[in-house]
C-alpha cells in the first residue's frame, strides 16, 4: 500500500511524526505535494475497535487513488480515543454533520467497551442533537 501512494507522490509527514513520536508505530501520516491540507493517516490496528475499523472499511477513490477509508462513526470513536483538544473539535464537526445518519447504536456500543461513554455524551451533549 505505501508503495502504491509513493508512486503517487505521497510522502512521510516527518515533521508530524516528530511531533507525535508517542504513535511512530501505530500512524503513518502521509502528504501530497499537490494537497497540502489533505494529509492522509494509515493507522495500524492494535485492539478489537481497530480491528472493527477494519472490517467496516469503505473503498473510496481520493484525488484519483482508490483507498480504504474508516467510516465516520469509526472515526469519531477514534477521534474521541485519541481525547486532544483539536480531536475534539472534530468529532463535534463529524456529529454535527448534516449528511451523515451516524449508527448511535454502534457508537454507543464500543463507547461502552473503551470507556468513551463521557467523551461521547461531551460530543453530543456539544452538539444540535440528541444524545441518544
Not at 15 to 27: A, F, S
Not at 63 to 84: F, H, N, Q, T, Y
Not at 90 to 105: F, K, S, W
Amino acid at each position: 500500500m505505501t508503495e502504491s501512494l509513493a508512486s503517487h507522490e505521497f510522502h512521510p509527514d516527518r515533521v508530524w511524526l516528530e511531533r507525535n513520536p508517542m504513535v511512530k508505530d501505530r500512524v503513518l501520516r502521509l502528504l501530497h505535494p499537490g494537497y497540502p491540507g489533505l494529509p492522509l493517516d494509515l493507522i495500524f490496528s492494535a485492539d478489537a475497535h481497530e480491528e472493527s475499523v477494519l472490517a467496516r472499511r469503505k473503498s473510496m477513490t481520493v484525488i484519483g487513488i482508490p483507498l480504504w477509508v474508516c467510516s465516520a462513526e469509526d472515526l469519531l470513536l477514534l477521534k474521541l480515543k485519541a481525547s486532544r483538544p483539536h480531536d475534539f473539535e472534530d468529532a463535534l464537526g463529524i456529529v454535527e454533520n448534516p449528511h451523515l445518519q451516524l449508527d448511535r447504536a454502534y457508537l454507543w456500543e464500543w463507547a461502552d467497551r473503551m470507556g468513551l461513554q463521557g467523551e461521547l455524551h461531551y460530543v453530543f451533549g456539544a452538539s444540535a442533537g440528541p444524545a441518544s
